[in-house]
C-alpha cells in the first residue's frame, strides 16, 4: 500500500526556520496537502494543492515540492506553532484512497 | 457557518458494531463529499473513506474494505459510518470532514477541510 514518510520530529529556535518533509512515490503527481494538530483538538488545514494556503493561516508557513518529497516551512517560528504536522495525498489507483503520514512533532525552544 | 456536529462517545465490546453520525449545516450538503478519518490514543491520522453525498458512492481504505460502511441521508444532511466486528484496536477518536472544494468546483481534488467535533469510540469487554 502507498506510504507517506515524515520525520517523527523537528525541532526549531524561536524565530529561526523550520522545515518538515515528506516523501511519497506519487508525490510528483498527486497534490500534498499539511495538517496542523494541537493536544485534543481536530487537525486544521494549513496548506491545500501543495503550495496553497487557506484564508486566516500564517503567511510564516509555506508550501513546496520537489520530485517525491513535498515540504513544509515554517518561518520565523513561534510558540504557537508547536504541534504535530501531518502530510496527505491520495493514492496512485484512480480511486482517490487517502492516506496521511505518521506525523511529525514540531517543538519550539 | 459551516459546520459537522458528530454523536457522541460510544463503548462498545469486541465484536460489536458502532454507528457514528455526522451532521452537516451551513452549506448546499449534497454537493460536498464527506471523509472520515480515526486516529487511535498517541497515534497518526488514519484515512478510512469518502462518500459523494450526492450519488451516495464512495471509496473506502483497504484496509477497512469489509469492515466498514459510509452511508448518507439527504433529508437529514447526515453522514454515517459503521464499523463492525470491532476490536480494541478500533478505539480512537473518529471524525467526519468535509472536503476542501464542491463537487462542482475546478479543479477537483479530495482532500478534508472543515473537521467535525469527533467521536471517541471505546472498544473493551
Same mark, same amino acid.
Given at each position: 500500500?502507498?506510504?507517506?514518510?515524515?520525520?517523527?520530529?523537528?525541532?526549531?529556535?524561536?524565530?529561526?526556520?523550520?522545515? $518538515?518533509?515528506? *516523501?511519497?512515490?506519487?508525490?510528483?503527481? @498527486?497534490?500534498?496537502?499539511?495538517?496542523?494538530? @494541537? *493536544?485534543?483538538?481536530?487537525?486544521?488545514?494549513? $496548506?491545500?494543492?501543495? $503550495?496553497?494556503?487557506?484564508?486566516?493561516?500564517?503567511?510564516?508557513?509555506?508550501?513546496?515540492?520537489?520530485?517525491?518529497?513535498?515540504?513544509?516551512? $515554517?518561518?520565523?517560528?513561534?510558540?504557537?506553532?508547536?504541534?504535530?504536522?501531518?502530510?496527505?495525498?491520495?493514492?496512485?489507483?484512480?480511486?482517490?484512497?487517502?492516506?496521511?503520514?505518521?506525523?511529525?512533532?514540531?517543538?519550539?525552544? | 457557518?459551516?459546520?459537522?456536529?458528530?454523536?457522541?462517545?460510544?463503548?462498545?465490546?469486541?465484536?460489536? !458494531?458502532?454507528?457514528? !453520525?455526522?451532521?452537516?449545516?451551513?452549506?448546499?450538503?449534497?454537493?460536498?463529499?464527506?471523509?472520515?478519518?480515526?486516529?487511535?490514543?498517541?497515534? !497518526?491520522?488514519?484515512?478510512?473513506?469518502?462518500?459523494?453525498?450526492?450519488?451516495?458512492?464512495?471509496?473506502?481504505?483497504?484496509?477497512?474494505? &469489509?469492515?466498514? !460502511?459510509?452511508?448518507?441521508?439527504?433529508?437529514?444532511?447526515?453522514?454515517?459510518?459503521?464499523?463492525?466486528?470491532?476490536?480494541?484496536? &478500533?478505539?480512537?477518536?473518529?471524525?467526519?470532514?468535509?472536503?476542501?472544494?464542491?463537487?462542482?468546483?475546478?479543479?477537483?481534488?479530495?482532500?478534508? &477541510?472543515?473537521?467535525?467535533?469527533?467521536?471517541?469510540?471505546?472498544?473493551?469487554?
Amino acid at each position: 500500500s502507498y506510504e507517506l514518510t515524515q520525520p517523527p520530529s523537528v525541532s526549531v529556535s524561536p524565530g529561526q526556520t523550520a522545515t $518538515i518533509t515528506c *516523501s511519497g512515490d506519487e508525490l510528483p503527481r @498527486k497534490y500534498a496537502y499539511w495538517y496542523q494538530q @494541537k *493536544s485534543g483538538q481536530a487537525p486544521v488545514l494549513v $496548506i491545500y494543492d501543495d $503550495i496553497k494556503r487557506p484564508s486566516g493561516i500564517s503567511e510564516r508557513l509555506s508550501g513546496s515540492t520537489s520530485g517525491t518529497v513535498a515540504s513544509l516551512t $515554517i518561518s520565523r517560528a513561534q510558540v504557537e506553532d508547536e504541534g504535530v504536522y501531518y502530510c496527505y495525498s491520495t493514492d496512485y489507483t484512480g480511486n482517490h484512497r487517502g492516506v496521511f503520514g505518521g506525523g511529525t512533532e514540531l517543538t519550539v525552544l | 457557518h459551516v459546520q459537522l456536529v458528530q454523536s457522541g462517545a460510544e463503548v462498545k465490546q469486541p465484536g460489536a !458494531s458502532v454507528r457514528v !453520525s455526522c451532521k452537516a449545516s451551513g452549506y448546499n450538503f449534497s454537493t460536498y463529499v464527506i471523509h472520515w478519518v480515526r486516529q487511535a490514543p498517541g497515534e !497518526s491520522l488514519e484515512w478510512m473513506g469518502w462518500i459523494n453525498t450526492g450519488r451516495g458512492a464512495g471509496k473506502n481504505s483497504q484496509k477497512f474494505q &469489509d469492515r466498514v !460502511s459510509i452511508t448518507r441521508d439527504t433529508s437529514a444532511s447526515t453522514v454515517v459510518l459503521e464499523l463492525s466486528s470491532l476490536i480494541s484496536k &478500533d478505539t480512537a477518536v473518529y471524525y467526519c470532514a468535509r472536503n476542501g472544494v464542491g463537487e462542482n468546483e475546478r479543479p477537483f481534488n479530495y482532500y478534508m &477541510d472543515v473537521w467535525g467535533t469527533g467521536t471517541t469510540v471505546t472498544v473493551t469487554s
